[in-house]
């Protein structure tokens, strides 16, 4: 096994070792950091694709054709995979983790760095394995990124229920096993290889969000590993796990006995805990980035913490809320209702916490900072529609409505989306040595702002009015056809949001190659990431181990010589 | 850009609570005998997070504006939080929150945990690809017997359920494509389903249930306003998952029981 | 609220953006100057590891059992006679032979704990040993790794005969729930079971390939409490599959 020491004793040469096959975490985050790129634009041309068909049903596209029922609903089930997986569980966690979470805790690498390696490969595989089942015979599933059996057990069933659900079972398969070998990883690192001086409670907050994501997903993904393995063998095997006696148009399936329920249970068992690791991330860069530019401590370091492992425990108990009209026994229901609002707690405290930390701080609007204000925004936008979901009886009404589309969006969608574009323009000149452009980056979050708001903001009352979801069209249903001005400025919306995002791509590139160079710590943030050179070189420190005398968000010490005191100055008097 | 951005979060804020507030779009008006209970648990809710979104949206944007960097500001206040204003907004909104839930609980708990009132009217609901089906169970009060061996669903009504007809508790079921309810009187309804995961869903009843493969789910409800709703099947189950549409018809009583009588004549 | 008082009259701040050096000399964890780091703290890093990678596992045979409780409890709904039944079904299991290949896998973990401890001992005495002209005596030992490899083996194999045991009973994993939980935990546990021996193989293999003896011992320590918990493990599906009959 190689250890992070003898790995940085030499660093690689040739291109494979360097750039392909790298051992190297911070070459490995930017890997996962494309990766996650391309599925996002894979999975926002899928949905521009879905808005299209809603408006104009008939349109014939160029490229793509005529988009027939089933097909919108494959398009349905593969952006939600796509962007659940390969998006909001890659670029945080696998991107800016894998790159940041060895520097801001003083180490050379990860604890693993093999494995390391293999995660990101495992996760390429992944991917390559989902886009594949666009190209089979009869085509993606349609069955939602949720799966729900008995309709993704039986080929028969739907148009793309063959080969393609299968791939989309392994696809999801592999990347467990990719997602459980990283989660592995990030524990050990941060337990082990912490610096001198960097307890527990001085590392930063993103630092905090890494591990106890890694911690939901190394108890997490291996239910969904289990609910994976069941499926296929119900779907090849002839067993019947999910799948009681059922008759598909006239023909009897050759199951009997099974429990669609426990599917449900299963996925969900992983899907809660999923979201928060979706989120998580997120929620560290805004804590870093709000603090770094409102020149100010965190407000509350401890509470953060104390929510977010609040938020991770909670969040493996309140999986039955996506269950409470299924079936499941109402006394269950109401267990997990009151859960759920538990939850709601610690996610109130991040934000007063947040609003604390810039009053009374002096604001600097960089585009990281825009994003993270951003953030908090649509979280609290995103959040408060959850207590209308948590109650079963106001449930009845909202499941399975666009209301239920407009809360996950708003949360997943677009605060987690915002948390990466925080991180990406905040740590874009220690990853690149370049400065982004900031007039391209401000017109980019005005546009992406305004912009998925009008999006997600009218599924709301689309959702009240009784709007159901995964709807292929709304041509059939009276009511819902009144809806349709709505739908109608939604996709218009979509459309300017979705160009809008040519102005981040592009900025992206040209600044990676032609942007001003960067210095060491252009935004005069405190955390080790920025005493370090820009890039960081192969070891991360120079030779150097760093060692901690201060909290990470030591802003505006009454007496200090600048308005920031880094984590590896000389210590002093100060209380931490 | 402190401007920018509080105009920006202003006027999200405010465009969004207008609509909410304007009920453009909004609830169907509530036909059931649980629809007022639910409506004002709705309102609660809604009035609540309502204040908070306002609330905390406007300070995001006044804060943004107010303490933004400029020459003239004073150095920033150097704090790692306050106690106690922690504890005293996690009680708060502990409180608010599970609060709102255990009021809502006990709508929660009249809808599901209690049986069909005694001379409920008795209908079983089937969902399959792409349609839904009733059927009653006549004179006798009994469902007969249904066998997947017998489903056809080109054939519709009874052999689309599967109805075995040399059960002599299915000679009196009737099988429609369209539901009769006759109004104020309580519903017992039986919820199965064929092929996959369905929803039987009528948002003016307030009525939402997933049909489940393998399970037969009693639920009730009763309907207090005459009138045609419609149903919007409310679980993906297919490519014609969004076609997947019916009536409940809501008339009176006397309506209902012709209705009923017609259907079984039409059997002989 | 705190003040910040230097606390040497010479500043080590950086002025502007340039990030102040660390002050020479580093820490005291055994890393200072990218050093490589103790082999006590690489073993200590191997073992947090492995206790992540065995919690997944249990996660993993956790929702497994959770799936088989439910799928065994729940009875569905029957239109023919408008009732719930149930239809676990039975399997025979083939309970000698896998009686034997349990007692097989606890004489591994017997055999694989003593490779593990001659391991300890071997990268104890390894700085001892490398000064010349000392000599610890007779320097052939047990194989016991080889013999945990061949007790795995065996182990797999008598698995496979239960397997087909199985098949000749007229159990295979579609016949009914109970023989496809049967099939799908035994096949779990061996898969898992299979990894730990591929790790088997690589460790007995080490010594061949003369990696350094720390190394060696970390790969043999780890490989070893894996080997345990597989088959603690083991213990586990077959009572389950024992009791819950």
Redo the contacts between chains.
Sequence with gaps: MATPASVHAHAPQGFIRKYIFSLDHKVIGIQYFFLALTAVFVGMFLSLLMRIHLIWPAAVLPLVGEIKPETYLSLLTMHGTIMVFFVLTTAPQGGFGNYFLPIQIGAPDMAFPVLNMLSFWTTFVGFVVIIAAFFVTGGAPLHGWTGYTPLSALPSAGPGEQLGADLWIASIAIFCIASLMGALNFITTTLDLRAKGMTMMRMPLTVWSWFITAILGLLAFGVLLSAGILLLMDRNLGTSFYVPLVVVNGQIMGHKGGSPLLWQHLFWFFGHPEVYIAILPGMGVASQVLSTFSRKPIFGYRAMVYAMLSIGFFGFMVWGHHMFMSGMSPYSAFAFSILTMCIGVPSAIKTFNWLGTMYKGRIRFHTPMLYAIGFVSLFVSGGLSGPFLAQPVLDIQLHDTYFVVGHFHLIMGVAAIFGIFAATYYWFPKMFGRMMNEPMGKLHFFLTLAGTYAIFMPMHYLGMAGQTRRYSQFTEVAYQQKLLPLQTFMTYAAIITIAAQFIFVINLFWSMFKGPKASDNPWESTTLEWTTATPPPHDNFGGVTPVVHHGPYEYGVPGAPRDYVMQTDPATSTTH | MGLALLVLIWLITLASTYFFVAKTWWLPVGASSAAGWIDHQFALTFVIMGIVFVAAQLSLGYIVWKYRDRPSRAPVEYSHGNTTLEVVWTILTAVLFIGLNLMGSSVWASQRFDAAEAGAVQVEVTGMQFAWYFRYPGPDGKYGATSPKLMDPSAGGEAAVGLNPSDPAAKDDVVTGTMFLPVNRDVDVSLRAVDVIHSFFVPSLRFKQDTVPGLNIHMHFKPTAIGEYEIACAELCGLGHYKMHGMVHVVSQDDFDKWIAAREAEKQ | ????????PI???G?G????????G????G???????NYG??L???R??LI??I??????F???T??YI??KG?P??D????S?V???GRVDLPWLLLAINTAILLVSSITMEFARRKAAREAALAPVKSIPGVSLGNERSFPWLGITVLLGISFLAGQWLAWGELHARGFF??TN?SS?FAF?LTI?HAIHLGGGMIALIWAASASLLRKPVE?RR??VDITAWYWHFMAVLWIYVFALLGFAK
């Design positions: 609220m705190a003040t910040y008082t230097p606390s040497s500043d080590h701040i002025h953006h340039k990030p102040p050096m660390p002050p020479a580093g820490g005291d964890d890393r200072s100057g990218g050093d490589a780091p703290a690489r200590r890093r191997a947090l590891g992540c990678g919690a997944t596992v249990c996660m993993v956790i929702s497994l959770s799936a439910v799928r729940l569905t709904f239109g023919a006679s408008n719930y149930r239809d676990w994993v579609d729930p496809s799908l779990a190394s970390i790969v």
